[in-house]
T-cell receptor
Framework: NAGVTQTPKFQVLKTGQSMTLQCAQDMNHEYMSWYRQDPGMGLRLIHY???????DQGEVPNGYNVSRSTTEDFPLRLLSAAPSQTSVYFCASSYSFKGNNYGYTFGSGTRLTVV | QQPVQSPQAVILREGEDAVINCSSS?????VHWYRQKHGEAPVFLMI?????EQKGHEKISASFNEKKQQSSLYLTASQLSYSGTYFC????????????FGKGTLLTVNP
């Protein structure tokens, strides 16, 4: 039982390049989310999904795309990297029971630098 | 809208108590609390659902006042291992799946 697995752990991109951050969970959680963490800003929600085939935008979605074709995987795509996207990215998953959402399990993060 | 956490930082000596507050301008459905150590991922501590319940985890407990739209995290007899940044996450009525975090409270426990 690996929990939430993110790859890669570190990445350096040039401005304008695209890439995909991978996230996979093996807990059969229906909810998955992507957050970015910047100094002094806390964790900000980029996109989230409530199940396979269903995604929606969070607080800071511009410049990012997501899809969720399976329960397990929720990749985050950077379309054209910009220095403002330099950040630590966390993927998280959770489940619900009787209509209530429960605690999120976070992946170990991807530290992205855009130069 | 991010919930507002206070204080931004607190320094304790081992064995002292601390309270971290989290308030929202919107009606809350639930409040989560997480702790993050430097360079690591946030770790879930507890969740409080609307109804004013109080929960506990060893010497860490929390309360949720639905009417005041705020939650408080209580750390009693702090240990060195309690050091880290504490985040509250809030879910608003009708947005059960969108967890919005505060900016965090840095807690430092010294010997």
């Amino acid at each position: 039982n690996a929990g939430v697995t993110q790859t890669p752990k570190f990445q350096v991109l040039k401005t304008g390049q695209s890439m995909t951050l991978q996230c996979a969970q093996d807990m059969n959680h229906e909810y998955m989310s992507w957050y970015r963490q910047d100094p002094g800003m806390g964790l900000r929600l980029i996109h989230y999904s409530v199940g396979a085939g269903i995604t929606d935008q969070g607080e800071v979605p511009n410049g990012y795309n997501v899809s969720r074709s399976t329960t397990e995987d929720f990749p985050l795509r950077l379309l054209s990297a910009a220095p403002s996207q330099t950040s630590v990215y966390f993927c998280a998953s959770s489940y619900s029971f009787k209509g209530n959402n429960y605690g999120y399990t976070f992946g170990s993060g991807t530290r992205l630098t855009v130069v | 809208q991010q919930p507002v956490q206070s204080p931004q930082a607190v320094i304790l000596r081992e064995g002292e108590d601390a309270v971290i507050n989290c308030s929202s301008s919107k009606a809350l459905y639930s409040v989560h609390w997480y702790r993050q150590k430097h360079g690591e991922a946030p770790v879930f501590l507890m969740i409080l659902l609307k109804g004013g319940e109080q929960k506990g985890h060893e010497k860490i407990s929390a309360s949720f006042n639905e009417k005041k739209q705020q939650s408080s995290l209580y750390l009693t007899a702090s240990q060195l291992s309690y050091s880290g940044t504490y985040f509250c996450g809030t879910e608003w009525g009708g947005s059960n799946y969108k967890l919005t975090f505060g900016k965090g409270t840095l807690l430092t426990v010294n010997p």
